[in-house]
Nanobody
Framework: QVQLVESGGGLVQAGGSLRLSCAASGRTFSTYAMGWSRQAPGKEREFVAAIRWSGGNTYYADSVKGRFTISRDNAKNTVYLQMNSLKPEDTAVYYC????????????????WGQGTQVTVSS
């Protein structure tokens, strides 16, 4: 079992930056691929980024490529999402998730989810 707790959300102006963190419990964190997704009001949850257990491969949605960076520190059981050049359309609740399978854009492949952290980007 893995428990995930996100933090780092908040209110930021367009063009600004935020760094989200996701702290995981459990000694097997390093064996899970991790992902970030987001859900804006009235919209479906969508994939944002994912990273392999080793941190060697990363994957991004086209909408955030070049602006967001996913990383992980297995010694700290933490995965991060650095978000730069934020836009109002990035406003959403951001969720981290863990999967036993290779990282995927398919949200149904993730086994464990955090409660989410709100990110609001003002114009």
């Amino acid at each position: 079992q893995v428990q995930l707790v996100e933090s780092g959300g908040g209110l930021v102006q367009a063009g600004g930056s935020l760094r989200l963190s996701c702290a995981a419990s459990g000694r097997t964190f390093s064996t899970y691929a991790m992902g970030w997704s987001r859900q804006a009001p009235g919209k479906e949850r969508e994939f944002v980024a994912a990273i392999r257990w080793s941190g060697g491969n990363t994957y991004y949605a086209d909408s955030v490529k070049g602006r967001f960076t996913i990383s992980r520190d297995n010694a700290k059981n933490t995965v991060y999402l650095q978000m730069n050049s934020l836009k109002p359309e990035d406003t959403a609740v951001y969720y981290c998730a863990a999967t036993r399978y290779p990282p995927s854009q398919k949200l149904s492949s993730y086994d464990y989810w955090g409660q989410g952290t709100q990110v609001t980007v003002s114009s």
